[in-house]
Structure formats: C-alpha cells, structure tokens
Nanobody, 125 residues
Framework: EVQLVESGGGLVQAGGSLRLSCEAS????????VAWFRQAPGKEREGVSC????????SYADSVKGRFTISFGNGKRTAYLQMNKLKPEDTAVYYC??????????????????WGQGTQVTVSS
C-alpha cells in the first residue's frame, strides 16, 4: 500500500471547473493504476475515472464523460482529475485510489488497495 493525499477540492458554482490532485508519498505512479472515486451524502461510493500508467488507457463513468479528464503530471508524481462543466450532482467527497497493476483500468473499489482521505467538492446551483 502507498499513502495518497488528495487536494484541490472546494466550492464552485455550477458550470465551473476544479482540478483535483493526488500525490503518493515518496514514490511516483509509474507501475500503478490510479482512479478517482466519489461518495455523495447518502449514496454509495462510485468510480469516476481510472488511468493505467503503462499505456495511459483511461476509463470514465458515463455521468462524467466529456466533462472530466484524468491524467498524470509532474513526472507521474501526481495524478489529476480535471473537472469541467460541474453540476450540483457532482457534489461529493472525492477519493484517490491506487493499484500496483499498471495495466489496470477499473472503476471497481476491490481492485484498489491504497486510498486517500478524500477531498470535498461542492457545486452550488
């Protein structure tokens, strides 16, 4: 397991943008798959997006396709989730997760063994 720290959450109006960041303590994400999950109040946690470090393959939940973009940066020391055209229904705590399977592209929680503490995203109408 690796320690993950998310940042970049906040309050934004509908239609606005935020960029979430996820860093792993002491390592790069080379050799890992990284995903973003979210949990809204009263709802189960759901997968949002995933990226595989080996080939850059990505996956998105239908609800965010065309609005969110996942990527690596900073020499794969950071994973980003660029969120555009935000909607009130995007309000949730967003979690970064990692798996040591570099070819993995998954939105399923059991596939990931490292998790961050989460960052709150609130979209006002």
């Amino acid at each position: 397991e690796v320690q993950l720290v998310e940042s970049g959450g906040g309050l934004v109006q509908a239609g606005g943008s935020l960029r979430l960041s996820c860093e792993a303590s002491g390592i790069t994400f080379d050799g890992y798959a990284v995903a973003w999950f979210r949990q809204a109040p009263g709802k189960e946690r759901e997968g949002v997006s995933c990226i595989a470090s080996s080939d850059g393959w990505t996956s998105y939940a239908d609800s965010v396709k065309g609005r969110f973009t996942i990527s690596f940066g900073n020499g794969k020391r950071t994973a980003y989730l660029q969120m555009n055209k935000l909607k009130p229904e995007d309000t949730a705590v967003y979690y970064c997760a990692a798996s040591p399977r570099s070819l993995l592209v998954s939105l399923k929680e059991p596939d990931f063994n490292s998790w961050g503490q989460g960052t709150q995203v609130t979209v006002s109408s």
